[in-house]
């Protein structure tokens, strides 16, 4: 996607490399939350996969 953006701003607005990388930083900046937030939620599903336990019996 980036680089689709980056395209876009060089060639339709023409405008140069350093200013599309201007452009382009909120957007890299999103991307690296989402990255860290998804990298968070994998590492809690593999965590729980390893330590799952069976479930204890219930008295009635």
Do not use: C, N
């Not at 991307?31 to 729980?48: E, H, N, P, R």
Request: hydrophobic share 55%.
């Amino acid at each position: 996607m980036a680089g689709v953006l980056q395209s876009y701003i060089e060639r339709v607005l023409g405008m140069g490399y350093m200013v599309a990388q201007g452009y382009m930083r909120l957007w890299m900046g999103v991307t690296m939350v989402a990255g860290v937030f998804f990298l968070a939620g994998l590492l809690t599903t593999v965590v729980d996969l390893f330590t799952l336990r069976p479930a204890k019996a219930r008295t009635t």
